[in-house]
Structure formats: structure tokens, C-alpha cells
């Protein structure tokens, strides 16, 4: 079936001539509206504006002038400003915001011809593990209705499991992209701190977000990875490195690569099942000439409360633009503008978000800072130190991506410290300001879970080597969800 | 560690957040185990380590400082919800 085929087949098809660019998109439209009422994984649907991209991407493709992702439909996260398109973040805050420009990401697959179908759910301005802190209802997770998809970009993440689009874009703060990317049985990348432009999106943690992309396979990932990333003047902190030809570093051989096994990761809190599909996948990479290296990171089991002062400090401050004044809710009788302030925030947030703020401006107020935010930034300096030792012996990191397969709606959803040890094994990347991606490596009791693989800062296209060397050797990225 | 109420009121109005009153205590129980969770940074000996500046150890990169964008203002108004004469409304400041 037409949804069944990755990006770069469908490319080829397009260029081909075997359908158009409007023909597929009216057929992914189609099935967005047939099957995303119980997965809720869109917010937005612009099936319009969809349409008449789709032309334009016929007539390039007509005069020769497409590029690989010219016609191709993707989604991109809420997260990510739409110029004339509601961008919620997953909020009651910006339920009424309307973005008066597009985010760069968006601009430069825009440019390259994508098509886009819609804007996907996500946790509340991106904080979350599972998808339930959305203001629009939760994702459900396309291999059980009963499961979360992940988070925070889970709804991207069910939308291309579910084949309701072949890519899409994500952004990832301690493990949005990679988490849901493996709960849901897909490939998720989130590139080096910088290599994408942050320009356009709805700011969390300063320091750690990164736009990345989802979709089946490792070459897909790559296609989008290679129009999203590149400087931008707009974005002081967006690398001013060049950008490699990632499609060129697909086709090198894996010989003497080196991946570093983290020894630490295999303790009591991963679920057997999923250590031993690691292991099974890394023997695979064994096969493929892959060196393997039992390695230590020192420091790595203080990632988590590391992140959650650091993530909830930057986040304080950022999201004080959400003030009711220029634009998003604006609570209604309010006395004094303080009052305003506090109503608005207090009706436009959800429960995540408030005690986000509320620990960010705790670890942040007088007496404190010391005490909690400058040490956090001395021990990730610590974990970060880490890492760039292992790089001296090693090309790559692996381990697994998730503690356990997917878990039921509702079991964490009012614990937040059990549902930030979920990203346990994402956490230490980002604060490391390194790339990392998530592929399927097997399922345990029926459901997917993921093979974790951490680069050195820009070795994305080494990365993206070695998982598409993995998903020629093996098909775990081709199982279907059941009934999908 | 373990947040109380006053606490708690504090960092509410620092971040201009209101808590309905019958939250309170359940948003101080769960942060007070959030802090509890990082502290287990106290016990890190951090001395003589530098407080990490930016993950690549990169400056800024900074572009010309010449005008780039042309006034908007009425574009990006229409996001506001209350707007007079071009100017955003608030609630009185000033008795």
C-alpha cells in the first residue's frame, strides 16, 4: 500500500510519475480522517493549504526542479510556528494563537517542497514522557489503544507509526523525540545542541532544545535531518558548521566502528525483556563488524536530577512571555494587572507546566541559585566531561532508549517523579549537547521498544550510518501496528 | 525536603501563577518530592569544575547589527486580545 512505503520510495515514485504529489496527499488526508479520531494524534489538520502545496509540488516535479522531499506529506510538531496556522504547543494558553511567521524548520521543508498535513499533539509546551499533559486530550498509542504513545512528541510519533503520514518533525528537550520515537515502534533523531535552528520554536529549556525528525527508517530521518539543519542568522546559538551530505554517509561501510556499551544502563530499573533486545541488536551490530566496548559513564545516573533543575530554570524564565498582554488567554475581570498575570497563567497552564515554574523560580530565588542551579551546571559539565571520554575510545554510544516498552494511560500520570525516571536513559545527550537516535530493535510482549545510539557533537551522519546499516540487516522497522 | 504553604505562596507570586486554594497542599507535596529528587545533586563533590556555559563550549554567533525587519506591529496585534490605537491594554496600573 502507498502508506506503507518510506520517504525515499515514495520520492522515487513521485519522480517517477507512478501518482502525484495531490494523489498522496489525498490519500494520507484520507486516512488522518479515518483513523485519527481514537489515536488523537493531530491537533490541526490543513487539508487545504495541504492540497495546494501538493499542486505546487506537481508543477516542480513536472519541470524537473524537485528535491528529494518535493510532494513528500509530513506533520510537524505543535511546537513548531506556522505562519496562518494555529500553533497550540499543546496548550489552553495558545489555543487562540495564530502564528504570524514560520518557524525556520518549517520554512526549509516548506522551500523544499514537503507537504504539510498538519500540526500533531504533544505534551503541554513540550513537558512531559506521555503524552497526557496535552490541553487537547492525550495520544493514544497506535500498537495499544491503552497505552501512551510517549512523549512530548508523541502525537508525531503515532501519526507516522500509524502510517498517517511517512514523516514528521519533533523537537526534543530530555527525550521527546527519542522516547516516543521507541514507545511507538519508529526512528527518531535528535540532532547536536544547535544544529537545527530553534528559530519559531515555542521555547522550554533554552540550553537543551533541539528540532530533529521521526519517521520509519534511518534514511528517512536523514532526508528530512538534512533540509531541517544548516545556520541561521535568526538563531545565535544554530551552528554556523556546514552541513554534511547525510544521503553520503547512508552508503559508507560500518568498518571499524567502535560502539561503546554503557554498562550502567543495564540495571534493575530496565525490564529484562527490553535489555535483552538490546543485547540481541547489538550482537547484530556485532555481525556487521562492529567493535563493541563495555564502557562507564560516571556520572550519568545523576542526569535526571541534573535535567530537572536546569529544564525547569530555563523554563521559568521563558515562559514569563505568557503574560495574556500580546497574545495567547487572557483571563477575563481581573482587577489589577498582577491579578491578570496570575489568572491568566493560572487558568492558560496545566499541571505539569505550573509545577515546572514553580520549581524553575525555586531553584532560581535568592538562597538557591547556588545550592541547586549552579551546581546542576556543574554536574552536567561532570556528565558532559564523561561523554567526551568515551568519544577518545569510541565512535558511538548505545543502550537502550526506554526502561520498558509503552505503559498504560493513567499509571504515572500523578507521580511526575516516576514519570521523569522514564527518561532516564535519554536525559544524559542533551545536556551533553550530543546527537542521539532511537530505532526499533524488537518487541516485548507485543510491543516495540528502542536501541538507543549516542554521537560525538555533529556526528549525526555516523549515527545514521550505523542504524541504517541495522534496518538492512533486520526488519523491526517494517512491523506494521496491529489492524494499521 | 519538604515545601510548605508560605513556600509555596511565595513562588506563586514570583512567578505570577495563581493556585486554587484547594490544590495547594497536593502542588506542595509533589514538588516537595521533585526537590527531593534533585538533591541528590548536594552530594556531588563539584570543586574547582566549571558550571557548563553552552554544551558545544561555542561562543555566540552573532550577525551585523543593522535593521533587518520591517514594522509588523498590526500582523502581530492581531494576536493580542485587547488593543487600542495601536497600543496593547491592560488592566489600570496606575490608580
Same mark, same amino acid.
Not at chain 1, 559508507?252 to 554503557?262: A, C, D, H, S
Not at chain 1, 489589577?336 to 531553584?363: N, P, Q, S
Not at chain 2, 490544590?23 to 516537595?32: H, T
Given at each position: 500500500m ?6 525515499? @520510495?515514495l520520492a522515487?515514485?513521485?519522480r517517477a510519475?507512478?501518482?502525484?504529489a ?15 479520531g ?10 487545504d493549504?495541504?492540497r495546494a502545496?501538493?499542486?505546487?509540488a506537481?508543477?516542480?516535479l513536472a519541470?524537473?526542479d524537485a528535491?528529494?522531499?518535493?510532494g ?7 511546537i513548531?510556528?506556522?505562519?496562518g ?8 494558553m495558545?489555543d487562540?494563537f ?11 521543508l516548506?522551500?523544499?517542497g514537503?507537504?504539510m498535513?498538519?500540526?500533531?499533539n504533544?505534551d503541554?509546551?513540550a ?5 497526557e499533559?496535552s ?7 497506535t500498537?495499544n489503544r ?13 501519526a ?18 527519542? *522516547?516516543?520515537?521507541?514507545?511507538c ?13 530553534r528559530?519559531?520554536m ?7 532544545d @533541539?528540532?530533529?525528525a521521526l ?8 532526508l528530512?535531518? *538534512?533540509v531541517?539543519?544548516?545556520?541561521d ?13 547525510y544521503a ?14 554503557v554498562?550502567?544502563?543495564f ?5 529484562q ?16 563488524g ?5 564502557i562507564?559513564?560516571?556520572?550519568i545516573?545523576?542526569?535526571?536530577p541534573?535535567?530537572y533543575v536546569v ?9 514569563s ?11 477575563e475581570?481581573?482587577?489589577d494587572l498582577?491579578e ?23 531553584v532560581?530565588?535568592?538562597?538557591y541559585?547556588?545550592a541547586?542551579?549552579?551546581?546542576a ?9 564523561d561523554?567526551a571520554r568515551a568519544?577518545?575510545?569510541?565512535d558511538a ?10 505503559f498504560p494511560l493513567? *499509571?504515572?500520570?500523578d507521580?511526575?517523579v @516516576?514519570m ?9 545527550a ?5 546527537p542521539?537516535?532511537?530505532m526499533?530493535?524488537g ?6 521498544v ?5 554521537g560525538?557533537?555533529?556526528?549525526e551522519?555516523r ?7 541495522f534496518?538492512?540487516e ?6 506494521a501496528p496491529?489492524?494499521i | 525536603?519538604?515545601?510548605s ?9 514570583l512567578?505570577r501563577?495563581?493556585i ?6 497536593g ?5 516537595s518530592?521533585?526537590?527531593t529528587l534533585v538533591?541528590?545533586?548536594?552530594a556531588v ?11 558545544l563550549? +561555542?561562543a555566540?554567533h552573532l550577525r ?11 500582523r502581530?496585534? +492581531?494576536?493580542a ?10 488592566p489600570?496600573v496606575?490608580e
Amino acid at each position: 500500500m502507498l502508506h506503507d512505503a518510506t520517504i525515499a @520510495q515514495l520520492a522515487e515514485a513521485l519522480r517517477a510519475g507512478k501518482f502525484s504529489a495531490v494523489e498522496l496527499t489525498d490519500h494520507f488526508l484520507a486516512r488522518i480522517e479515518r483513523l485519527d479520531g481514537n489515536l488523537n494524534a493531530f491537533i490541526t489538520v490543513t487539508a487545504d493549504s495541504a492540497r495546494a502545496q501538493a499542486v505546487r509540488a506537481d508543477a516542480r516535479l513536472a519541470a524537473g526542479d524537485a528535491t528529494p522531499l518535493t510532494g513528500i506529506p509530513i506533520a510537524h510538531k505543535d511546537i513548531f510556528c506556522t505562519r496562518g496556522v494555529r500553533t497550540s504547543c499543546g496548550s489552553r494558553m495558545l489555543d487562540n494563537f495564530v502564528s504570524p511567521y514560520d518557524a525556520t524548520a518549517v520554512e526549509k521543508l516548506e522551500k523544499a517542497g514537503a507537504v504539510m498535513l498538519g500540526k500533531t499533539n504533544m505534551d503541554e509546551l513540550a513537558m512531559g514522557s506521555s503524552n497526557e499533559n496535552s490541553s487537547y486530550g492525550p495520544v493514544r498509542n497506535t500498537w495499544n489503544r491503552d497505552l501512551v504513545p510517549g512523549g512530548s512528541s508523541g502525537g508525531s510519533a503515532a501519526a507516522v507509526a500509524a502510517r498517517l503520514v511517512p514523516g514528521a518533525t519533533g523537537t526534543d528537550t530530555g527525550g521527546s523525540i527519542r *522516547q516516543p520515537a521507541a514507545l511507538c515502534g519508529i526512528t527518531g533523531i535528535k540532532p547536536t545542541y544547535g544544529r537545527v535552528s530553534r528559530w519559531g520554536m515555542v521555547a522550554f529549556a533554552s540550553s537543551l532544545d @533541539q528540532a530533529g525528525a521521526l519517521a520509519r527508517t534511518a534514511e528517512d530521518a536523514a532526508l528530512l535531518l *538534512q533540509v531541517m539543519s544548516g545556520p541561521d542568522p535568526r538563531d545565535s546559538t544554530a551552528l554556523p558548521d556546514p552541513v554534511p551530505d547525510y544521503a553520503a554517509a547512508l552508503a559508507k561501510p560500518l568498518e571499524r566502528m567502535t560502539i561503546g556499551v554503557v554498562d550502567d544502563f543495564f540495571d534493575d530499573g530496565l525490564d529484562q525483556d527490553n535489555a535483552q533486545r538490546v543485547r540481541d541488536a547489538l550482537s547484530v551490530m556485532e555481525r556487521l563488524g562492529v567493535t563493541l566496548k563495555s564502557i562507564r559513564l560516571q556520572n550519568i545516573g545523576l542526569s535526571v536530577p541534573a535535567y530537572y533543575v536546569v529544564a525547569p530554570a530555563e523554563a521559568s524564565s521563558n515562559l514569563s512571555r505568557f503574560d495574556g498582554v500580546r497574545f495567547g488567554h487572557r483571563a477575563e475581570g481581573a482587577g489589577d494587572l498582577t491579578e491578570m498575570y496570575m489568572r491568566t497563567r493560572g487558568e492558560g497552564f496545566g499541571a505539569e507546566v505550573k509545577r515546572r515554574i514553580l520549581t524553575g523560580a525555586y531553584v532560581l530565588s535568592a538562597g538557591y541559585f547556588d545550592a541547586y542551579y549552579l551546581k546542576a551546571q556543574k554536574v552536567r559539565q561532570l556528565i558532559s566531561e564523561d561523554f567526551a571520554r568515551a568519544f577518545r575510545d569510541v565512535d558511538a554510544i548505545a543502550g537502550p532508549t526506554t526502561p520498558s516498552p509503552a505503559f498504560p494511560l493513567g *499509571q504515572k500520570v500523578d507521580d511526575p517523579v @516516576q514519570m521523569y525516571l522514564n527518561d532516564i536513559y535519554t536525559i544524559g545527550a542533551p545536556l551533553a549537547g550530543l546527537p542521539a537516535l532511537s530505532m526499533p530493535c524488537g518487541l516485548v510482549r507485543g510491543l516495540p521498544v528502542g536501541l538507543q545510539l549516542i554521537g560525538p557533537h555533529l556526528g549525526e551522519g555516523r549515527l545514521l550510518c550505523a542504524a541504517h546499516a541495522f534496518q538492512r540487516e533486520t526488519e523491526w522497522h517494517t512491523l506494521a501496528p496491529p489492524g494499521i | 525536603m519538604s515545601l510548605s504553604l508560605e513556600d509555596l505562596q511565595s513562588l506563586c507570586i514570583l512567578s505570577r501563577l495563581e493556585i486554587a486554594s484547594g490544590e495547594m497542599e497536593g502542588v506542595a507535596d509533589k514538588l516537595s518530592e521533585i526537590v527531593t529528587l534533585v538533591d541528590a545533586l548536594q552530594a556531588v563533590d563539584t570543586a574547582g569544575v566549571e558550571p557548563m556555559a553552552h554544551p558545544l563550549d +561555542r561562543a555566540q554567533h552573532l550577525r551585523e547589527d543593522r535593521v533587518t525587519e520591517s514594522d509588523n506591529h498590526l500582523r502581530y496585534q +492581531r494576536n493580542a486580545q485587547r488593543v487600542e490605537q495601536d497600543l496593547y491594554l491592560v488592566p489600570r496600573v496606575i490608580e
